[in-house]
């Protein structure tokens, strides 16, 4: 389980922190319209909440927070290593993750999920796990 208080911080913005889950099952009970993924262990900067407020009551298309601007990977790691499916997170309308999870999707399938998805960049900026792992 998490132990860097992501799950209290999941509960305060009226959110679910799961550690054992199924896409397909996940999606299918979200209470709001719009779904939020995260990678376990990034950390979206301030004003995050306030921003995809107002990026979802105006836009319907996918989004992902901005790279942190104090927590750039080097360009030779830029160069050499793909990014994660959700180092910078994703927001998409729940029903469009339905659509796309129709097809049974299950625990193996993320990555053939997060593929495709053409997303916008919100203006929040978000830490990527793998920059805090390296700074402890």
Same mark, same amino acid.
């Given at each position: 389980?998490s132990t860097d208080g992501s799950s209290r911080v999941a509960?305060?913005?009226?959110?679910? /922190?799961?550690? !054992?889950?199924?896409?397909?099952?996940?999606? =299918?009970?979200? #209470?709001?319209?719009?779904? @939020?993924?995260?990678?376990?262990?990034?950390?979206?900067?301030? $004003?995050?909440?306030? !921003?995809?407020?107002?990026?979802? =009551? @105006?836009?319907?298309?996918?989004?992902? /927070?901005?790279?942190?601007?104090?927590?750039?990977?080097?360009?030779?790691?830029?160069?050499?290593? #793909?990014?994660?499916?959700? %180092?910078?997170? +994703?927001? +998409?309308? *729940?029903? !469009?993750?339905?659509?796309?999870?129709? $097809?049974?999707?299950? #625990?193996?399938?993320? !990555?053939?999920?997060? *593929?495709?998805? *053409? =997303?916008?960049?919100?203006? =929040? %900026?978000?830490?990527?796990?793998?920059?805090?792992? *390296?700074?402890?």
């Open positions: 389980g509960e305060a913005a009226g959110c679910r /922190f799961e550690t !054992d889950w199924d896409m397909g099952q996940i999606i =299918a009970s979200a #209470r709001g319209e719009w779904i @939020l993924l995260m990678e376990p262990g990034g950390r979206p900067q301030s $004003g995050w909440i306030e !921003d995809i407020m107002e990026y979802t =009551a @105006l836009n319907t298309r996918p989004a992902r /927070f901005a790279p942190s601007r104090h927590y750039r990977p080097s360009l030779l790691s830029r160069l050499t290593h #793909r990014s994660r499916p959700l %180092e910078y997170g +994703l927001l +998409l309308r *729940k029903a !469009d993750a339905v659509a796309q999870s129709s $097809g049974g999707l299950g #625990r193996i399938g993320l !990555d053939i999920f997060l *593929k495709g998805q *053409k =997303a916008r960049r919100l203006s =929040a %900026e978000l830490i990527p796990a793998w920059a805090l792992r *390296k700074s402890s």
